[in-house]
Nanobody, 129 residues
Framework: QLQLVESGGGLVQPGGSLRLSCAVS????????IGWFRQAPGKEREGVSC????????NYADSVLGRFTISRDSAKNTVYLQINSLKPEDTAEYYC??????????????????????WGKGTLVTVSS
């Protein structure tokens, strides 16, 4: 079982930046990619980015490309999401999730919430002046 804990959310002004963290703990015999998702009030959860187990493969939703950067520190078992040039429409609960994959080198491809196997409880990002 894996446990994921998000942190780093908060209130930020438009144009500002945040770095979200996803700390992964627990035992797993499997490899896993990590994805970041967000859910705004009244909207469906959407995938924004993912990173492979090895960290060599990343994927981004078109809506965040160029503003969001995902990275992974394997020594700390932590995945980060750097968010720049924040917009009010980025306001949402942000979740990280683990997608069990068959190989260490498996690329990160899925941004579908239905493909994830483990979830954190979320961290709230509010963009407002």
């Amino acid at each position: 079982q894996l446990q994921l804990v998000e942190s780093g959310g908060g209130l930020v002004q438009p144009g500002g930046s945040l770095r979200l963290s996803c700390a992964v703990s627990g035992f797993s015999r499997n490899y896993y990619a990590i994805g970041w998702f967000r859910q705004a009030p009244g909207k469906e959860r959407e995938g924004v980015s993912c990173i492979s187990y090895s960290g060599d493969s990343t994927n981004y939703a078109d809506s965040v490309l160029g503003r969001f950067t995902i990275s992974r520190d394997s020594a700390k078992n932590t995945v980060y999401l750097q968010i720049n040039s924040l917009k009010p429409e980025d306001t949402a609960e942000y979740y990280c999730a683990a997608d069990v994959v068959p190989f260490r080198s498996s690329p990160c491809v899925s941004l579908s919430p239905g493909d994830m196997d483990y979830w954190g409880k979320g961290t709230l990002v509010t963009v407002s002046s």
